[in-house]
């Protein structure tokens, strides 16, 4: 016996190189925590739980890593329960390490007790809930290597107090990695036959093109072959937007070219992605024309919600090597393109200014992405800040853009650029985030101005829950039912608020000061920085493809609808 | 809705069972019968199970998600089987 459960834990995880913890303690954890203040590993004291999880999703978008959050029992475990539930949607790997209340009073209800992993089963790609000591080291390495083997994703591991003050002899673990699938070549065969043969073809990029980095096979593929992209809400970065080949985001807000090379196509060859509702439209209204090639490393996700014709189950960069090594012969697509082309020159992504002259929350954050570039971080909360940040910001490199997808989770940004700043260091990191947004989690601008993390937040304060409000003026007549947020009105003084949580508060609220402040923003490196832009409330977010319409009737503003229109 | 027969071979870990009633529960799969029984070697169990789909969800889906489980050895749907015994 040479340690303790909680002397085990901290050394597996040294030994499976994890070199930040986000985290809180508490009662069923504090055996941990005391290892872990002697240990190398960095724990950065968070202000809530759930912020923990943002930032373990952050570090880990940036660094590729595995991101670390912990717990301790009862509501510290069930505060985790939103970032679990946004990790395993966004196929982000985290490995959550909760306190139980001891073996002898689980099922008591015991002070603080909670059922964690029960509460997490749906959102967990496994959890553990650990009995002896000297089981720790290897629950350890085997949550690691679940959490970014295959489909990345959030693992549990649950401690009871007893198991890590119990003494216990260390067995240092081994990390071991399941191989990845062998892609099957009579798939990419067939594939690379129905690329030859298609007249209008499309790589739909999702998400995992960037989790496997296969963005420079990725841009290779798209070269050789010069077939047009469009890369998903969780794939932007993926490929550069400032390639000619790209042609934006696809779905509900995309750009009208990418949806149009959906509608229009007839081969979708489809990268990592899992045609979600928010891409597809009405289902059965979607991509009409097109054969369907779907490659992804879970095979649950191939012909789930659209058929395949053909199927590949791999990993996406061994998947894009091989359709390379087989495409030889480029196919003629002048006349796609020229189709494309043409609606690239037609429906630009473009905005208004306010009548009433406020400031256009487009324009701010086009500043930003000019002014930080593309080698930058940029995380965004939930609405429609975020859709801006996704159409606006010029994002030419894998890992640049971190927001929540597929769980759409409000207050994802500031911990998220916390965890992505700890992970990047030398990168500036820019948190576009919503008014709303910013008051669910902006307790962690304490935790960064303590702990020296000097993220930068861009609060675009549209004085309303915006892209609720948008909803309201298009589908119920502009009767705007608790949207309204007093943020206008300085409930709070985001400057004030800002100053109180240590870190720098500037506002801007007109054209001119826009470039300015950024750069005023920007030279502030030691400590976080929140800028609250005043922007007007009635921005609306364009192009769209209404909820349950199908991707034809998108509007590129309201009334105006390219593609509909071209059938008539 | 459309029924099928499933057979799953589950490590005998605390929980394994928890995780596929909850997936069944999370993607509204309705089960009609299911049995669990030891399957000899102590390490794993056998669960049999009934369930109905809703229109428009594959068994082939269904066998797939299950087979993400970490505790899931194997997963067939027997359905094909049954039916031939039965005579069907
Ligand atoms: C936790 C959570 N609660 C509620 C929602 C529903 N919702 C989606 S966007 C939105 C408005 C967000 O407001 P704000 O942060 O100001 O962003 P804006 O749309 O104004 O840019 C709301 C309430 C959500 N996505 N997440
Ligand atoms: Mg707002």
Known sequence: MDTTGAGALVKALEDVGCEVIFGMPGGAILPAYDPLFESKIRHVLVRHEQGAGHAAQGYAQTTGRVGVCMATSGPGATNLVTPLADAYMDSVPIVAITGQVARSVIGTDAFQEADIRSITLPITKHSFQVHDPADIPRVIAEAFALAVSGRPGPVLVDLPKDVLATATTYTPPKLVLPSRPVVPPVQVRNAAQLIGSSKRPVFYVGGGVIRSGAAPELLKLAEKTGIPVVTTLMARGAFPDSHRLHLGMPGMHGTVPAVAALQRADLLIALGTRFDDRVTGLLPEFAPHAAVVHADIDPAEISKNRKADVGIVGDCRDVIAALSAVLTRRTDLTAWWSYLDGLRATYPLGYDWPADGALAPQYVIERISTLAGPESVYTAGVGQHQMWAAQYVKYERPGSFINSGGAGTMGFAVPAAMGAQVGAPDRTVWAIDGDGCFQMTNQELATCAAEGIPVKVAIINNGNLGMVRQWQTLFYDGRYSNTGLGTHQRHPDFVKLADALGCVGLRCDSRSEVDGTILEAMAVRDRPVVVDFVVGQDAQVWPMVAAGTGNDEIMAARGIRPLFDEVE | ?88
């Not at chain 2, 499933?6 to 394994?16: C, D, K, T, V």
């Not at chain 2, 030891?38 to 794993?44: M, V, W």
């Not at chain 2, 068994?59 to 087979?67: I, N, S, Y």
């Open chain 2, 1 to 88: 809705m459309t029924r099928h027969s499933l057979s799953l071979l589950l490590r005998n870990e605390p929980g394994a069972l928890a995780r596929i009633v909850v997936l069944f529960s999370s993607r509204g799969v309705d089960v009609s019968s299911l049995s669990l029984a030891p399957d000899g070697s102590g390490a794993l169990s056998r669960l049999d199970v009934v369930v109905d789909l809703q229109p428009g969800r594959t068994p082939e889906q269904l066998v797939k998600q299950l087979g993400r489980i970490v505790d899931v050895k194997s997963v067939v749907d027997r359905t094909h089987d049954e039916a031939l015994e039965l005579g069907a």
